[in-house]
């Protein structure tokens, strides 16, 4: 996947600002850099490149979201849609939208993350902590009955001596499923679709409303298709393919199911234009309704598995290095041989 010239951060606010342009009947040369002249450097100069490509003759999609990426694919064919149907404004607006939540729900869950992390490291010390001084006292108790140490207790002296790594094997057991799923829901399906359910439904729901907007402005049915597909991210090939596989009544991968289904009636003449772009409404709607119940969903059930984890884990350690041990050491001495022998 190709790296976007432009950061997101860049791409947002210049997309903000060429929204209001566009609603300001105002031309994007010339105008762009001016009204981001107090900007931040790098947003200036970023401002400044997109502005001169513009003046250059360069489409705002390729001076914009050319290089390619999957962010700037999608944002290409939002300011795509919006020219043809004379709607840039909106389509800008729809598409820093679905970033701005994407943006809120992330910092969430980095929120939310971090007390199960805390948790974590306070819980480590703690055992740390009883290990280190709680063990010793075994070695003292046998050494005053002039007794040679078990195998098991001569494990949990080792275990003492070697906390440090001890230590961070429990941090590793604890932390890396964690860490592993968070880099795996930042990551993307062969299809390339965020395996995060949250982004998925919010760039499903953007080609909802996308396809709705061109459809009210009687776009063809193939440039909708197509152009939708791309909104969501779809692979290239994929949204070279998307048409076709509508006229085959099959799935779209970068589209869901009720979208497909929608056009695909369309297509057949089942429904109306203008029950098919309700219907893709609906649609969008639902979808940024279940991104929003699904991120609430993870920022809640997370913090609170890993606390459970984090909470057998530490019972784990207390039974295996210092209950279990302790009753053994008091059965131990508590055996005829030694009792004759105080």
Known sequence: MSRSEFTP?????????????????????????RVVRDASSSLAASAEQVDDRVSKGQSLADALAGDGS????????CITAG????QLDRTLELWTEMHVANSRSAQAMRSALLYPVLLILVTILSLGSVIWQLIPQYETTY????????DWLAAIVWIREQVGVFLLVLVVISILP?????????????HDRPRD????????????EIAALMLRHQRPLNETVTTAAQVAGGKPDDVQQAFERLQRQQPIAA???????????????????????DGLAGVADVLKQAAESSSARQERWIPMIVALSVGALTVLTYVLLIYLPWIWLMRK??????????
């Open 333 to 342: 001495i508590a055996e005829p041989t030694l009792i004759g022998t105080l």
């Open 178 to 190: 964690l860490l592993l799923w968070y880099v795996r829901r930042q990551g993307y399906d062969a």
């Open 143 to 150: 050494a005053s009955f002039h007794q040679q140490l078990p």
């Open 83 to 86: 020219e043809t149907c004379g």
């Open 9 to 33: 951060a860049q791409q947002l606010a210049i997309c903000q600002q060429v929204a209001q342009l566009v609603r300001a009947k105002l031309p994007i040369a010339g105008e762009l850099s």
């Open 197 to 208: 359910p949250v982004r998925r439904l919010r760039g499903q729901g953007l080609a909802a």
């Open 70 to 77: 999957r962010s700037s694919r999608s944002l290409a064919a």
């Open 255 to 277: 589209l869901a199911r009720e979208s497909t289904m929608l056009l695909s009636s369309l297509h057949v003449g089942a429904l109306t234009p203008d029950a098919t772009c």
